[in-house]
């Protein structure tokens, strides 16, 4: 395994369609978690969306409501919160998350209930992921998770779960999608490596800025203050209401 941590922005800049992504982390101070998720859209009925924040909740919302064909897989709540722990992910398995850790269940056996999205030919898999805090700043900590097909034909599914002890100025990248095509390849290998700045506002610039214009749609981003708990939020969308 390769212990270099590449730059986000340019992993963004060379890969014109990488779908939904998550990225995880801690910021090179070690004094904050770093969160973010971003979506993109090729056709017009995922293009139609914006991020909105109810409280800790992130909800994809239509832009235009009158123009959505099929809200089944592009509506949804990719963050949310429950205790000490923050989700995200790329799907309605946000709620299968929630629940699972309200019963005293964890990660792990809300999505081996699960499996990737039903929307052959490209068998979208699904990502997750969950922030834990403890008590104090160094009980901080995460996992990752993929469920995607496992023989490219929607009969099979291989889940891959990863855990991570926090390392100062480091995160890691998770998408759904290796790069554009038809069908689109999946996700494949670990999490991507990847450096962590201190400020949250440079983190958020620097994946916004390098998502390909066409197809990027929003972004949201968090930095946790691991002493104190506080939150800090940036929110992009490319239709602003």
Same mark, same amino acid.
């Given at each position: 395994?390769?212990?270099? *941590?590449?730059?986000?922005? &340019?992993?963004?800049?060379?890969?014109?369609?990488?779908? *939904?992504?998550?990225?995880?982390?801690?910021?090179? !101070?070690?004094?904050?978690?770093?969160? +973010?998720?971003?979506?993109?859209? *090729?056709?017009?009925?995922? &293009?139609? %969306?914006?991020?909105? +924040?109810?409280?800790?909740?992130?909800?994809?919302?239509?832009?235009?409501?009158? $123009?959505?064909?099929?809200?089944?897989?592009?509506?949804?709540?990719?963050?949310?919160?429950?205790? &000490? =722990?923050?989700?995200?992910? =790329?799907?309605?398995?946000?709620?299968?998350?929630?629940?699972?850790?309200?019963?005293?269940?964890?990660?792990?056996?809300?999505?081996?209930?699960?499996?990737?999205?039903?929307?052959?030919?490209?068998?979208?898999?699904?990502?997750?992921?969950?922030?834990?805090?403890?008590?104090?700043?160094? !009980?901080?900590?995460?996992?990752?998770?993929?469920?995607?097909?496992? !023989? /490219?034909?929607?009969?099979?599914? =291989? %889940?891959?779960?990863? @855990?991570? @002890?926090?390392?100062? /100025?480091?995160?890691?990248?998770?998408?759904?999608?290796?790069?554009?095509?038809?069908?689109?390849? +999946?996700?494949?290998?670990?999490?991507?490596?990847?450096?962590?700045?201190?400020?949250?506002?440079?983190?958020?610039?620097?994946?916004?800025?390098?998502?390909?214009?066409?197809?990027?749609?929003?972004?949201?981003? *968090?930095?946790?203050?691991?002493?104190? /708990? $506080?939150? @800090?939020?940036?929110?992009?969308?490319?239709?602003?209401?």
């Amino acid at each position: 395994m390769s212990y270099i *941590r590449k730059n986000i922005g &340019r992993i963004l800049k060379s890969n014109a369609y990488p779908g *939904r992504g998550i990225v995880v982390g801690k910021s090179s !101070d070690g004094k904050k978690a770093m969160l +973010a998720y971003f979506i993109m859209g *090729r056709s017009e009925n995922s &293009r139609n %969306r914006v991020f909105a +924040a109810y409280g800790e909740e992130i909800r994809t919302e239509p832009f235009d409501p009158a $123009k959505v064909a099929d809200p089944s897989l592009i509506i949804y709540s990719p963050i949310k919160a429950v205790g &000490r =722990n923050v989700i995200v992910t =790329n799907g309605d398995q946000t709620d299968t998350i929630e629940a699972s850790l309200k019963s005293g269940h964890c990660f792990r056996h809300a999505l081996k209930t699960r499996t990737f999205e039903p929307d052959a030919p490209n068998f979208t898999p699904r990502i997750s992921a969950v922030l834990h805090f403890g008590k104090t700043a160094a !009980d901080f900590s995460y996992e990752m998770s993929v469920l995607k097909s496992g !023989d /490219g034909k929607g009969k099979h599914c =291989n %889940r891959y779960f990863f @855990e991570y @002890e926090p390392v100062s /100025g480091t995160g890691h990248f998770l998408h759904t999608y290796q790069k554009d095509g038809n069908p689109l390849p +999946a996700f494949s290998g670990e999490p991507e490596l990847v450096r962590i700045p201190n400020e949250l506002s440079a983190f958020a610039e620097e994946i916004w800025e390098n998502l390909n214009v066409d197809n990027k749609i929003s972004l949201v981003c *968090r930095a946790y203050e691991l002493k104190t /708990g $506080k939150c @800090e939020q940036l929110i992009f969308n490319k239709y602003a209401r």
